[in-house]
């Protein structure tokens, strides 16, 4: 089954960096699109990055572009987020997230926290 881990959350502070990994498992993750969200407190789940199966192309959200970066490894099954210059803002469950066999995947989240 697909399964989505996970890690690199953490407490930082304000300008600090943080770089989240997500280890998938399941299916050929070479040929997939991969996502990284975010839910903030109270918020909806937002879509934070997202990059190409082969890494070819990215995206970010306005709110992020700059200052972090996907990419993934297709030898070791896992994505990445670089975090920088972090803001408060940027504080909520990170999650990684892949659309395969017609169903959308998440996994458990890893939380981020930006404070003084």
């Known amino acids: 089954q697909v399964q989505l881990v996970e890690s690199g959350g953490g407490l930082v502070q304000p300008g600090g960096s943080l770089r989240l990994s997500c280890a998938a498992s399941?299916?050929?993750?070479?040929?997939?699109?991969m996502s990284w969200y975010r839910q903030a407190p109270g918020k909806e789940r937002d879509l934070v990055a997202a990059i190409t199966a082969f890494g070819s192309s990215t995206t970010y959200s306005d709110s992020v572009k700059g200052r972090f970066t996907i990419s993934r490894d297709n030898a070791k099954n896992t994505v990445f987020l670089q975090m920088n210059s972090l803001k408060p803002e940027d504080t909520a469950v990170y999650y990684c997230?892949?659309?395969?066999?017609?169903?959308?995947?998440w996994g458990q989240g890893t939380q981020v926290t930006v404070s003084s």
């Open positions: 997230n892949v659309y395969v066999y017609y169903i959308d995947h």
């Open positions: 399941g299916f050929s993750f070479a040929n997939y699109l």
